[in-house]
């Protein structure tokens, strides 16, 4: 039996504007303190649940990952940050796919891409795409991974994004080496 070759993965990865919680204090009805979060709190909250996510993810801690992307993606939709659910929803698919569902990745893929290609986000479009070629690939859909891998190359060309472009080229590789098109496969390896 084949072995599968190693598939790079685009994890993205937000920055957060601010490092640190800050919350407000309000008082109703007397002395009595409420938490009132602003919209920053509440970004700053969704990307330290992102970042953890992401520590997790890197931890093969799928399961935990997955919670804290979601977590993210509740705040972000409250917030209506649609980058921050656009990478949410891509690394949700990352966690899909590692558990080996590859029909929910792509379903979360799909999603990250329409709302990356909605607000300009090209880096974020070539990343869903080459991230939707992995999935397909895991699926045997070897034609169909090479035309988004095909996709992001060139946006990730044209953006100058050189460690996309080797990821890219990567998979390509190994996609043309899953249809047995070898030396196709070692001409994107090289």
């Known amino acids: 039996m084949k072995q599968k070759p190693f598939i790079t993965l685009m994890v993205i990865v937000l920055t957060a504007t601010s490092p640190l ?52 993606l509740r705040i972000y939709r409250e917030i209506g940050d649609r980058r921050g659910v656009a990478h949410s929803y891509g690394n949700l698919g990352l966690a899909y796919s590692s558990l080996g569902d590859y029909q929910k990745a792509i379903n ?13 986000d090209r880096r ?8 939707l070629g992995n999935a397909y690939s895991s699926l045997g859909d070897y034609q169909k991974a090479i035309d988004y891998h095909q996709q992001s190359l060139a946006i990730l060309t044209e953006i100058g994004d050189r460690n996309g472009v ?21 001409d994107y390896h090289q």
Do not use: C, M
């Not at 080797?166 to 196709?184: I, M, P, V």
């Open 21 to 72: 919680l800050y919350w407000k204090h309000s008082t109703i009805l007397g002395n009595a303190p409420v938490l009132a979060q602003t919209v920053e709190d509440k970004k700053a909250q969704a990307d330290q649940l992102f970042e953890q996510g992401i520590q997790q993810f890197y931890r093969s801690q799928y399961r935990e990952a997955f919670q804290s992307w979601e977590q993210a």
């Open 166 to 186: 080797a990821s890219s080229y990567n998979n390509l590789g190994n996609a043309y080496d899953f249809l047995g098109e070898y030396q196709k496969a070692i």
């Open 108 to 120: 979360y893929h799909q999603q990250s891409l329409a709302i990356a290609t909605e607000i300009g």
């Open 124 to 131: 974020g479009v070539a990343n869903s795409y080459n991230n």
